[in-house]
């Protein structure tokens, strides 16, 4: 049973200058796509499954979290069971199950997810029920990554926000090595809720699970434990159309050789967005995860 920091993988860093060139700023890739089951997520759950004393651990994800507590649970000798909607990436879905985990598909239409875990925690009494964000073995999980990035010299640090999971870690790693990096956070433009419980101080939820590009934020909302470390610690939000999210994947492919998933792209998305805002400054983007289903991929790369 190994600690933490002896199970994960380091992140990747990677300077392209084409990409440097083609934008004229001064980027750092951070890429968790190397990480163990191919995103950021394997920090978090490997933290959650190590700690927590429960036997089965019962979760809803889109898939990168479903898929890396499936393995952490695998490797602890833990039961897992994932609920998933019907819309998730395949690959997603077929890694979760190849890990050994039960997977429950829900039309998000019929029903939401936290209502099925709801359902299916009444019939598990005994299994713990782990958010994929809001939690504080996920966040502590997470700030191993800000650990990593801090003492760089980066001026500013740029973060997918789904959940809010990896951006309260990469603050509170940031934050504990005494980094004084900016943090912002990149969001799909059609699930903003994070850019606007920012800006009005208040937790803000999306209506209903937003149907964007970037398959790993189509979160409601921000978590309970996450919102007070992001509305202390984050400097700002940029919101990402789906349309710069697409490029900003074709642009890691074609300049970087990088394979991105949509959700791992929305920080070049964000810079692409707005280029002018960090001229002159050293800038870290971080690729949270390269699971992409590659029909999706294909189709982006067209």
Known sequence: ????????????????????????????????????????????????????????????????FGQALAYACKLLGKRCTVVMPETSAQVKIHAVRGFGATVDLIDTKKVGRNERVAELAAQMPDAYHASAYDDEWV???????????AGRGFDVVLVPVGGGGLISGVVTGLCRNGDTAEVYGAEPLLGNDAARSFREGRLIPN????????????????????????????????????????????????????????????????????????????????????????????????
């Open 1 to 64: 049973m190994l600690p933490l920091k002896e199970a994960i993988r380091p992140t990747t860093f990677v300077v392209s200058s084409k990409l440097r060139d083609h934008l004229g700023l001064d980027i750092t890739i951070a890429t968790e796509t190397f990480q163990h089951t191919g995103s950021f997520k394997f920090r978090a759950s490997y933290n959650l499954a190590l700690n927590v004393p429960n036997e089965e651990i019962l979760t809803a994800s889109s898939g990168n």
């Open 139 to 149: 966040i502590a999980g997470n700030s191993t990554l800000g650990d990593e990035l």
């Open 207 to 302: 209506e209903t699970e937003p149907m964007t590009l970037a398959d790993g934020a189509r979160t409601i909302s921000l978590g309970n434990l996450n919102w007070p470390i992001i509305r202390d610690g984050v400097k700002d939000f940029i919101e990402v159309s789906d349309e710069k999210i697409a490029e900003a994947v074709r642009l890691y492919y074609g300049l970087v050789n990088l394979k991105s998933e949509p959700t791992g792209a929305l920080t070049l998305g964000a810079l692409l967005e707005q280029p002018e805002r960090f001229a002159g400054r050293k800038i870290c983007l971080i690729v949270s995860g390269g699971n992409v289903d590659p029909a999706v991929y294909c189709s982006l790369l067209g």
